[in-house]
């Protein structure tokens, strides 16, 4: 069973999603990111990835990832902001009550896109 | 199976099929992206049949009352009519138009026959020569009017052609649309309205609406404007604030010195709300003081689902 469905599927994210951006926003490190977008698109794409990241029903691909994020790594965005947001991930997670392994599966989940989201090759392992 | 109408051409579901993939695989392009119900990327908006509830998880009320539909997530078990998630339009006639102090104008306009609305939701105007311009809606759906507030802006190509107007003249409305309106979900949930320049029209309504549904949590109005000249349906207001739970606060920018109203309304509000747990909030007016409340309203708690805006932004001015 994945986290998506052990947090309650859907509605779940909803709450979660409402927890999580507040915390990204309140992040002087990284708010001026988000500074100027549209509040409601933004919620809907972290549902979006906050679905993906439990393992729910998703179809985003690194590319997707990758374009998205491109006007952001020209504006800075690196290994700092996305632990910042992983940090942030976890945190919202352990809110909800969530266990720690099944946070732990979450984080190397967000983990296997940080390359594309920063724009780079993969790395080696 | 059920079949969908969409530009003139009807498509025969498959088995299990979305709407979004039968009209792909009919050769229609149709933006999408994550295909799981979540970006509202594929929205469209059915004009007959129903789409389903799954395929309006996370739509605005005012979106699902309009039809509109997440295509990725619609397995519909009847026919469908299906467009653009556009909006339904027709011809008015102006009535009256009055200057309010300023650069205030009180514009009244037909209701169009069969026109349902909430005060609160905003309007496209079209006037000859095809310009087209966003207003919210002051009135109530019991006057025998649509009433705008509109800001004369020097140059404003509508502004300019609407405030000068003579009755009788026609005019194209299309809509209604959006959310800013009063939604009545729990009467004693606290209540917070800040109206900017003429988002004051929207929060007007929206305050009308919350007190004759008798909401009893507390509705604080927080009313800002550039100058004092321009702090419009004074006596209105008062009326309204005079409610036991009502908390009216005016400003302006600029106004005789001395004057107690002079401040910005944002700081007003924040000093008004130090905590937004808990509210519904409408904010309406300039683009950059609504977007820079709603991050503080959402910052202090307020959910984002629970944050009406509607940032008013200008229309490109010729000089």
């Not at chain 1, 809110?95 to 599966?105: K, N």
């Not at chain 2, 708690?301 to 932004?313: K, M, N, T, V, Y």
Request: hydrophobic letters at 40%.
């Amino acid at each position: 069973m994945s986290v998506y469905e052990q947090l309650g599927g859907a509605a779940a994210i909803d709450a979660a999603v409402d927890i999580f951006y507040r915390k990204v926003l309140g992040d002087d490190q990284i708010s001026r990111f988000f500074d100027g977008v549209d509040m409601e698109q933004q919620a809907a794409k972290q549902k979006a990835f906050l679905t993906m990241v439990t393992g729910g029903p998703n179809n985003y691909s690194g590319k997707d990832m990758r374009s998205a994020h491109a006007r952001l790594v020209s504006q800075g965005l690196d290994d700092g902001h996305f632990d910042a947001v992983v940090g942030h991930l976890g945190g919202t997670l352990k809110e909800l009550g969530v266990a720690d392994e099944l946070i732990a599966q979450v984080a190397a989940v967000a983990e296997s896109v940080r390359d594309d989201i920063l724009g780079r090759q993969k790395q080696a392992v | 199976m059920p079949s969908v109408s969409y530009r003139g051409e009807r498509v025969e579901l498959e088995a299990g099929e979305s709407v979004l993939d039968a009209l792909l695989r009919a050769g229609f392009e149709v933006p999408s992206s994550c295909r799981a119900g979540a970006c509202q990327a594929c929205v469209l908006r059915a004009e007959n049949g129903e789409p389903g509830a799954e395929a309006q998880v996370g739509l605005r009320p005012a979106q699902r009352d309009l039809g509109c539909f997440m295509s990725c997530m619609a397995r519909p078990s009847e026919d469908l009519e299906i467009a653009e998630a556009g909006l339904p339009s027709s011809k008015v006639r102006l009535l009256d138009v009055l200057g309010w102090g300023g650069e205030i104008f009180r514009i009244r306009l037909e209701v169009p026959l069969g026109f349902a609305y909430r005060g609160g939701q905003y309007v496209q105007l079209v006037r000859p020569g095809a310009l087209i311009r966003a207003y919210s809606l002051a009135s109530h759906p019991e006057d025998p009017w649509l009433e705008l507030h509109v800001r004369n802006h020097p140059h404003g190509k509508m502004s300019g052609w609407l405030t000068s107007a003579e009755p009788g003249a026609e005019l194209e409305v299309r809509g209604p649309a959006g959310d800013c309106y009063y939604q009545a979900e729990d009467p004693n949930q606290p209540l917070v309205l800040v109206g900017m320049g003429t988002g004051m029209s929207p929060i007007y309504a929206v305050l009308r609406d919350a007190l004759r549904a008798a909401h009893r949590g507390t509705i604080t109005v927080i009313q800002g404007a550039r100058t004092t000249d321009e702090l419009y349906l004074e006596a209105e207001l008062e009326a309204l604030g005079s409610a036991r739970n009502v908390t009216l606060i005016r400003c302006a920018l600029e106004g005789p010195p001395g004057d107690p109203r002079i401040g910005d309304a944002v700081e007003r509000t924040l000093e008004a709300c130090p905590s937004f747990k808990g509210c519904r909030v409408f904010l309406c007016g300039g683009a950059a003081q609504v977007n820079a409340l709603k991050r503080q309203a959402f910052l202090r708690g307020a959910r984002l689902q629970e944050i009406s805006s509607d940032p008013f932004i200008s229309g490109a001015v010729s000089a």
